[in-house]
RNA sequence: GCUCACAUAGCUCAGUCGGUAGAGCACAUCCUUGGUAAGGAUGAGGUCAUCGGUUCGAUUCCGAUUGUGAGCUCCA
């Protein structure tokens, strides 16, 4: 081998480059497919254009490989600003990267996108892309770079050129007559793209500052696969499928009323149902675990919010004070004083503690109109909050009987896994937050303590604490694989100081209890609303608002239907025993679109043997069996509160 | 709050290049008595989000307001 080669290895094999060759050589001489986008040379990812810096063993990286995909997309939006150019030359460009499922680019356009350009924006990529025009790295110095960006009048690519700290390698990309201020990694060519499509429009703050101008963001998505990009959009169909906006009014479950204001919630029969059955399990569960369950009022004087210090750190998210007999009052977007009033209200004894108050407490915020979204983001909500008051010593154990709650209520829920957070004070800015080193360290150590002992991995989040404690923020994934916020469990040594509460020690001396602030649900709203997606509005037995439909086949039977849902409702069935004239295949429509979990059918052959012939929303017919074998099957499916339907087909 | 888009019957949506509107589903009545996802007929139902402007005339064009959506930002 001369020294003018260089030897890359690969797995088994092997390939001799020459000295100045990049990893396309290299995928050329060990016959990669064109799926490889990237390399990892000796650890590192390189792109396929860069050239081989020595004997090194590499790996080839495809689309599976986070590292591949971005660089891919991020191509992908650097064709989408080449293509925008080529359209409309006088459009300014501020940034494009690659994103979780896609891709997006920012641009100042003179006139405004409309969604109809998106089309002929798309098909100008496509044009780019069939030129498969070769995207090439440049190292440029900082003034060139300035005076390059400066002379195509792309005024945010100088501000972010003279934001690059000093001494950093300032790269600049190019693809035909396009080039873009960027660090890449990217694909060779732009032919590497085989399935691309834009997908939205929307506005967007440079720099994501509300008080620099809007910028319009294009959002896209790229795939190796046309069909990888139809089975992407197919499941975008599936979550809009599966929305709660969607689902609940199908399902007349919710609605907010123009006339009554955004952000409110109508919870109507069926969902004040689910609601109410979930309220139910909430207060049994709570109960059982030494929870007290008190009610508030909503509104307090404004003394008692600036004495907990909302006054101060939380006023834009509070409805304006109300005067009455010349006291200003607030409504509550909290509901921690009230039970620190109630803790406070007579002298309590470490025999006391720990005292948990727990309140399904309705609250109200002023969110910015932007942000409202069906029942997820409102202003007003319920929250299943509860506080614990507790000594130092006890803490770590009442946070590991909160996680332990949280565990068992998500889990009968049907969500099995979580993304831990453990929120804690950002160690640069300290002045942020209340209270001593010692009780931040002491509440930290607690929370960590309590996730190593409920086996629960998590990760460290710094910056994020609240200012007055750390916290636990629990993600939860729901059967899309979707994360929403569930629990939070926040420690909190600055209330009992604000509002000086004490309890009496062993000693006789007064000490300072710490307080805990809990949600699991978070919100009845929310909650509920994350329940319809998790399910797709098919909710389990013990939680459906119509159980069982009975179903005579002819008006002849209605008779022994009605005796047959007399006998399921005795048994704590919420029944309904559909007698319209329709033909029975209609009413089993009817019900499997209202997702009724099971229906009975009934006719003579039912009526004859006391019989019910069964069918499951999901599982189809299932044939007849005697009603109490029935009745039996579904109990222990309503009692378990399971989640898979437990009526076996009959003999 | 900001950018862009949207607002027609309970729901999903047509439509009017400006002359006060239509379908399917749902609803009501009647006929049909039918074995596992839509039987038929008839009927009722809309100040085309609200308020202004332009116009002989506005649901349609323009403006404002309200609400909704996609995002930015923020959060239970």
Known sequence: MSQDELRVSCGGAAAVVPKDGTYLDVKKALSWKNDVLMVLAGGEPKELRSKVEGDCEVVPLTFDDERARWALRHTASHVLAQ???????????????????????????????????????????????????????????????????????????????????????????????????????????????????????AGAYWRGDEKRPMLQRIYGTAFMTQDDLKA??????????????????????????????????????????????????????????????????????????KTSGHWDWYRESMYAPMAIEDVEYLLKPMNCPFHILMFKNKTRSYRDLPMRLGELGTVYRYERSGVLHGALRVRGFTQDDAHIFCTREQLEDELVGVLELAQFMLATFGYDEYECMLSVRDPENKAKYVGDDESWALAQSALEEALKRKGLAYKVDEGEAKFYGPAIDIKVKDALGRLWQGPTIQVDFNNPQRFDITYVGEDGMKHQPVMIHRTVLGSMERFVAGLVEHYAGAFPLWLSPTQITVIPITEKFSGYAEKVADTLRREGFRVNCDLGHEKMGYKIRQAQMEKVPYMLVVGAREEENGTVAVRHRAGGDLGAMPLESFVAQAKEELDSKSLEPLVKPGA
């Open 232 to 305: 992407y959009l197919d499941k975008l169909e599936e979550v809009k499928k599966r929305d709660h906006r969607r689902l609940a009014k199908d399902l007349d479950l919710f609605s907010i009323q123009e006339e009554g204001g955004p952000g409110l919630v109508y919870w109507h029969p069926k969902g004040a149902l689910i609601r109410e059955l979930i309220e139910d399990f909430w207060r049994k569960e709570h109960r059982k675990r030494g929870y007290e369950i008190v009610y508030s009022p909503h509104i307090a004087k404004l003394e008692l919010w």
């Open 83 to 201: 293509a925008v150019k080529r359209l409309y030359p006088g459009v300014k460009l501020g940034i494009g990267p690659a994103i979780e499922d896609g891709f997006y680019y920012d641009f100042d356009p003179e006139t405004p996108f409309v969604p109809e350009d998106l089309e002929k924006i798309e098909s100008e990529m496509k044009k780019i892309i069939s030129e498969n025009i070769p995207v090439i790295r440049e190292e440029v110095d900082r003034e060139k770079a300035r005076k390059m960006f400066s002379d195509m009048g792309e005024t945010y690519k100088v501000e972010l050129i003279d934001e690059l700290p000093e001494g950093s390698t300032i790269t600049v990309y190019r693809q035909g007559e396009f080039a873009d201020l960027c660090a890449g990694p990217h694909v060779p060519s732009t032919g590497f793209l085989k399935a691309v499509k834009l997908l939205s429009l």
